[in-house]
């Protein structure tokens, strides 16, 4: 069966950097598209990146500068690094696939990791 598996997150300070990873088995990961979703306490899920099969990206426009996902087909993995973070960042980190559509919306993605816990301390 598709296992997404983050890691990577972890307690840093405001200004600090952090590389999240999603290994991603029982797909053909390349025909993926890949997204990188996060959900703070009290709020919703919100898309943060994603990056099509072609390595095309698009980011939402708070991390824009920040953050750059990036993917290896030959590691069946994607990652997202996210540099000057701020206590806003905190939230936990999904990594969510798709091979119908690209984009920033939830749905269109059928297969979500199980999450990794990101604090960004002021």
């Known amino acids: 069966q598709v296992q997404l598996v983050e890691s990577g997150g972890g307690l840093v300070q405001a200004g600090d950097s952090l590389r999240l990873s999603c290994a991603a088995s029982g797909l053909t990961f390349s025909n993926y598209a890949m997204a990188w979703f996060r959900q703070a306490p009290g709020k919703e899920r919100e898309f943060v990146a994603a990056i099509n099969w072609r390595a095309s990206s698009t980011y939402a426009d708070s991390v824009k500068g920040r953050f750059t996902v990036s993917r290896d087909n030959a590691k069946n993995t994607v990652y997202l690094q996210m540099n000057s973070l701020k206590p806003d960042d905190t939230a936990v980190y999904y990594c969510?696939?798709?091979?119908?559509?690209?984009?920033?919306?939830?749905?269109?993605?059928?297969?979500w990791g199980q999450g990794t816990q990101v604090t960004v301390s002021s």
């Open positions: 969510a696939a798709s091979n119908t559509l690209y984009g920033s919306r939830a749905p269109a993605y059928k297969y």
